[in-house]
Nanobody
Framework: QVQLVESGGGLVQAGGSLRLSCAAS????????MGWFRQAPGKEREFVAF????????HYVDSVKGRFTISRDNAKNTVLLQMNSLKPEDTAVYYC??????????????????WGQGTEVTVSS
């Protein structure tokens, strides 16, 4: 079992930055690949970023490439999402998720086993 708690959301102006954090419980955190997703009002949950269990592989949705960076610290059971050059279209509730699948790249919500409660990000124009 892994419990995930996100933090770091808030209100920011377009062009600004936020850093989201996801704290995980459990001693097996390093066994899980991690992802960030987001869901805007009235829209489906969307993949944002992925990081492998070792941190050696990352992947992003095209709309955030060059602006967002995912990282992890297995010693601290933490995954971060650094978001720069934010745009109003980045407004959403952001969720971190964990998958026990260790081989491959996972971008679909049904590939993940555990989810946090979400943290809200609002980008004003």
């Amino acid at each position: 079992q892994v419990q995930l708690v996100e933090s770091g959301g808030g209100l920011v102006q377009a062009g600004g930055s936020l850093r989201l954090s996801c704290a995980a419980s459990g001693r097996t955190f390093s066994s899980y690949a991690m992802g960030w997703f987001r869901q805007a009002p009235g829209k489906e949950r969307e993949f944002v970023a992925f990081i492998s269990w070792s941190g050696g592989s990352t992947h992003y949705v095209d709309s955030v490439k060059g602006r967002f960076t995912i990282s992890r610290d297995n010693a601290k059971n933490t995954v971060l999402l650094q978001m720069n050059s934010l745009k109003p279209e980045d407004t959403a509730v952001y969720y971190c998720a964990a998958t026990a699948q260790r081989i491959g790249l996972y971008s679909r919500p049904n590939e993940y086993d555990y989810w946090g409660q979400g943290t809200e990000v609002t980008v004003s124009s």
